[in-house]
């Protein structure tokens, strides 16, 4: 494909210019190219065919179990003098599955069983309970394996409320304030190969910790990306006479592996991706061995011919060489 599209374009180009008037000839004639040719478009479909494995990793280990399981607790606080105008009725969030176990999980809210609206020095419990009613606490009885501790943030009016050990919550002024309590995944620090942990996302940690085996996909991702690009385009490159091209297409490694530090993505994605492009690599190069189709190859061969024929040579077109001034045979200019 790379080695006919500086000729299909050509072709392209002259047809909707000839057929500009008549849609339904441009069409047809269209077709026949790329019938003739290969359609640019064929290339997209092993990318197309990736995208929802790709989606599916992503959601997968960017949840429970590889990653925390957050719930938001928004809570309304008033003076003790209202206390007779809130109506006391529970509080739930949106379920989210919970992995207890390997293959174990429950649909699990966290829970307010006197509701979000609080007076000042009221104490409420946040507690954990499945889709059907049964506490999460009574559950993992059944799992002592598993360490599911939350973990309490206030991420919004702090001088508001605070969360003591056993994670009640505690008014302190009136206001508004958010609570996030996150469960911990039990895979999220299970490695697989050289990855300490399939769920981590990014390369640096907010302490300044370097994870060196997300940095090494990031590094051997762009390194077979840049391979890959040197192998699908070894055949046209010194031809194509675009230096804007060349520039983009050095370029684009770099900034596909920069962009995965800037947008980091879970270790398993990564490890997926890199896998993928090194089989796509790999497939780029046993392809480049490979001689082109008989009908390719007469077609590259006349354009081939038709630009030599159209390029004037050194020698005023007698196809021979004029010899160098030091070469034995060459004239020597008189004085």
């Known amino acids: 494909m790379k080695l006919t599209q500086p000729l299909m374009k050509e072709r392209v180009e002259k047809i909707q210019q000839q057929y500009k008037d008549d849609p339904v000839k441009q069409r047809e004639e269209m077709s026949r190219v790329y019938k003739e040719l290969g359609n640019p478009l064929a290339g997209c479909f092993p990318l197309v065919l990736q995208m929802p494995i790709l989606f599916a990793l992503f959601a997968t280990l960017r949840g429970s179990p590889f990653s925390d399981v957050s719930y938001t607790v928004d809570v309304d606080i008033f003076p003790r003098e209202q206390m007779e105008l809130i109506q006391p009725a529970a509080y739930t969030t949106k379920a989210q599955n919970v992995y207890v176990a390997d293959g174990v999980h429950f649909s699990t809210v966290a829970l307010l069983p006197g509701g979000n609206r609080m007076v000042v020095g009221e104490k409420t419990p946040i507690e954990f309970e499945t ?12 799992y002592p394996d598993s360490k599911l501790t939350p973990v309490w943030t206030i991420t919004k009016g702090e001088e508001k409320v605070k969360i003591d050990d056993q994670g009640n919550i505690i008014a302190l002024a009136p206001g508004q304030a958010t609570i ?9 620090d299970k490695g697989f190969l050289f990855i300490d942990a399939l769920g981590r996302v990014g390369a640096f940690d907010e302490d300044g910790v370097i994870h060196w085996d997300i940095v090494g996909m990031i590094l051997t991702f762009g390194i077979s990306l840049y391979l890959n690009q040197v192998l699908s385009g070894q055949s046209n490159t010194a031809s194509s006479g675009n230096p804007q091209q060349d520039t983009i297409n050095k370029i684009t490694p ?26 796509q690599t790999a497939q780029s190069f046993i392809l480049s061995r490979e001689p082109l189709p008989e009908n390719l190859q007469k077609i590259v061969e006349e354009a081939n011919l038709k630009t030599a024929k159209a390029t004037p040579s050194s020698d005023g077109g007698s ?17």
């Open 254 to 279: 770099v900034l596909f592996t920069g962009m995965f530090f800037f947008f980091p993505l879970p270790a398993g994605v990564l490890l997926y991706m890199l896998i993928a492009n090194i089989f």
């Open 319 to 335: 196809g021979k060489r004029s010899a160098l001034p030091f070469e034995p045979g060459s004239s020597k200019k008189k004085t």
């Open 131 to 142: 889709a059907q009613g049964e506490s999460l606490e009574t559950k993992l009885e059944n």
């Open 180 to 188: 996030q309590a996150s469960l911990k995944g039990i895979a999220a």
